[in-house]
């Protein structure tokens, strides 16, 4: 406690002596689920909002002992379940409540790629292979223009950005904490050719974001009020974090996404109806399918054909559930199981059960396969 507040006092030192994503890092450090209070943000209005269907059995469910303590050891602050469309479990902790706005990271990139089924149904974009560059004039140079809307849903733009979660000076921290996205993206150059690797980077959505919003010919979060959380009737407004306040701010779209576990839980129920939302299809079916198609595309970092991505979503087609997930840093789900008309929503502050685990990227035991294999016990 004394250590942070030293830190603030320091903040308008730091400010001044090095570039405000170092200082934010710096006072920060590991980014939060509540970081919608420390960050500009831009609200995703709701219109009328619609209530999800809950079973009247649903406040006296019980869960077995072992998942509440697991749930409880990970910092989970929202566990939503639903079965058949209506919700048959719902628990909060932490002070938090079905209308408290958390960040649900990663699981923002699928979100990303409904926005973009969305603009290619309304003919907004005429296709996945049309160059980005169309949209977005900074791109139209060699190497860059060759990057399609296909290869930045695939993480195959093949720039030379690269992840690195620990420090404060790397892209990184710069994307998150920094006030200038259109900079970073601005400095890319291309490393491999597009389509042809697939890396996880957090880079493509927010390229793809950049082209979309010109295409669409409006900003990231009207967009989605206008054509998803008003159509699926959110109930509560989310907020967007952006990189600067103002009209000129760009939504941090491959993260930061604030909202609830009941209104992610409609994006599972989208996907689920194969992008119908009670007789309206918001998002062309083939576009979904597609979505949840692994890409085969060969793997940078494991050197063989990927087939656990499709466009910004997980697959996890291998499993005997054949579920698919929107994920998130510190285990944020959207989880479908179709077979089983399942879906549950996770929200939390950590996804490791040991302490020396965080970094690593294969943990003993999965917090997914932990909440999943429970979910289909009780429900299944």
């Not at 950049?210 to 998803?228: C, R, T």
Request: charged share 25%; aromatic share 10%.
């Amino acid at each position: 406690m004394k250590n942070r507040l030293l830190i603030l006092l320091l903040l308008p030192v730091l400010l001044a002596g090095c570039k405000i994503y170092v200082a934010r890092s710096i006072v920060y450090n590991d980014p939060g689920i509540n970081d919608n209070k420390i960050m500009p943000v831009r609200k995703v209005k709701t219109g009328k909002p619609l209530a999800l269907c809950t079973s009247p059995n649903c406040s006296t469910c019980v869960i077995p002992d072992s998942l509440k303590r697991v749930l409880k050891k990970t910092g989970t602050v929202a566990f939503l379940v639903i079965k058949n469309d209506t919700v048959v479990y719902e628990s909060y902790a932490r002070g938090y409540s079905d209308s408290s706005l958390t960040n649900p990271f990663s699981v923002t990139k699928s979100i990303v790629s409904v926005l973009t089924g969305i603009a290619l149904k309304e003919g907004k974009i005429k296709s996945l292979d049309e160059p980005v560059c169309d949209y977005y004039a900074p791109y139209q140079k060699d190497g860059l223009n060759k990057i399609t809307f296909k290869n930045l849903l695939c993480m195959s733009s093949g720039v030379n950005y690269h992840d690195s979660y620990l420090s404060p000076f790397g892209q990184t921290a710069q994307i998150y904490y920094g006030n200038d996205v259109r900079k970073l993206i601005n400095s890319f150059s291309i490393e491999k050719q597009p389509g042809t690797v697939f890396r996880y980077k957090n880079c493509d959505p927010e390229i793809l974001t950049i082209a979309l919003q010109n295409a669409v010919g409006m900003n990231m979060s009207d967009y989605a009020s206008e054509k998803l959380w008003k159509p699926i009737g959110a109930e509560h407004e989310a907020q967007w974090i952006v990189d600067r306040p103002g009209d000129n701010g760009i939504e941090k779209s491959y993260c930061c996404f604030h909202t609830d576990a009941r209104d992610l839980a409609r994006i599972g129920m989208l996907y689920e109806h194969s992008g119908n939302w009670n007789g309206q299809q918001i998002v062309d079916s083939s576009y979904v399918k597609a979505s949840l198609t692994p890409h085969h595309l060969l793997s940078e970092e494991e050197g063989k054909i990927t087939n656990n991505n499709g466009y910004l979503w997980w697959i996890r087609g291998g499993d005997p559930a054949k579920d698919f997930s929107a994920d998130g840093l510190k285990g944020q789900y959207i989880s479908v199981l179709p077979e089983k008309h399942l879906i549950f929503v996770r929200l939390g502050k950590r996804d490791w059960l040991k302490r020396n685990e965080r970094f690593k990227k294969h943990k003993t035991k999965s917090l997914y396969n932990i909440i999943k294999n429970n979910v289909i016990a009780i429900w299944g």
